[in-house]
């Protein structure tokens, strides 16, 4: 299993109300559009993931899981990998509940959305507190080393 990690902040516009995404964004600003986004200002976007761990999501049958921590709260997003990421976009990370890939994609077929989140977390977020996202990737090949 590989880890990586990054931290940003809470928003008091969050709302994580979207149906099918997820966002962590580099942007310090939110507007109430942006509701998949959970945290701005963040340390990495999809650009930033360091190399080798992109050559390990980009296998199908790659395993991705995303722990949300602040403070004592936290949630988790099991999602997928795919030989189609492109990871490239410098400003965010995209994880979705579909298979569409964009290059701000880090995930599909994810088993939540913004809207999924624990709503105490949530609240959490709105006061504009830190919070760090560490995502653990488990392939098949390294299953069997």
């Given amino acids: 299993m590989r880890i990586i990690s990054f931290t940003g902040r809470g928003h008091k516009n969050i ?4 149906d099918t995404t997820i966002e962590f964004t580099r942007e310090k600003r939110l507007t109430k559009r942006g509701d998949c ?11 930033d993931i360091p190399e080798d761990f992109k050559r390990l999501m980009r296998d199908d ?10 403070d004592h709260l ?3 997003i099991i999602a997928h990998g795919s030989k189609n ?5 410098p400003v965010s990370m995209v994880i979705r509940k579909s298979g569409y890939i964009s290059p701000r994609t880090v ?3 994810a088993n939540k959305s913004a809207r999924d989140l624990d709503r105490k977390l949530i609240g959490e977020l709105q006061k504009e507190k830190r919070a760090s996202v560490t995502i ?3 392939t098949a090949i390294q299953d069997h080393i």
């Fill in 15 to 18: 709302l994580a109300l979207h």
């Fill in 37 to 47: 986004i959970i945290l701005v200002d963040c340390t990495m976007a999809a650009k």
């Fill in 61 to 70: 049958h790659a395993t991705l899981i995303f722990e949300i921590r602040v």
């Fill in 74 to 76: 936290f949630d988790t």
């Fill in 85 to 89: 990421l492109t990871l490239e976009d």
């Fill in 107 to 109: 995930a599909i077929y």
């Fill in 136 to 138: 653990k990737l488990i």
